[in-house]
């Protein structure tokens, strides 16, 4: 089992940046990759970043490359999304996920969740 906490969510404006993180606790995280996904109001939840269990592999949706960064500090058992040049587009519910298997791009394939946290971008 691994719980994860989400945090880091709130108001910004567009061009700005915010910084989520997701800490874990449970079975051994540091071995396992993890992943961000987002929900936005009437949408379905969608693939944001993945990252390996090392950290030197990931992977990103097309519309956050080169806005987005995932990393991660497996001795703090913690995985972070900077986000920066946020658009009002980026508005929705971030959620952590872990443990993945098969398509990481898709939600049904991961295996545990975080609560969600809300970001919400202003013009």
């Known amino acids: 089992q691994v719980q994860l906490v989400e945090s880091g969510g709130g108001l910004a404006q567009a061009g700005g940046s915010r910084r989520l993180s997701c800490v874990a606790s449970?079975?051994?995280?540091?071995?396992?990759?993890a992943g961000w996904f987002r929900q936005a109001p009437g949408k379905e939840r969608e693939f944001v970043a993945s990252i390996s269990w090392s950290g030197s592999s990931t992977f990103y949706e097309d519309s956050v490359k080169g806005r987005f960064t995932i990393s991660r500090d497996n001795a703090k058992n913690t995985v972070y999304l900077q986000m920066n040049s946020l658009k009002p587009e980026d508005t929705a519910v971030y959620y952590c996920?872990?443990?993945?298997?098969?398509?990481?791009?898709?939600?049904?394939?991961?295996?545990?969740w975080g609560q969600g946290t809300q970001v919400t971008v202003s013009t």
């Open positions: 996920a872990a443990d993945p298997e098969g398509d990481y791009t898709q939600s049904a394939d991961w295996g545990y």
């Open positions: 449970g079975r051994a995280f540091g071995s396992i990759p």
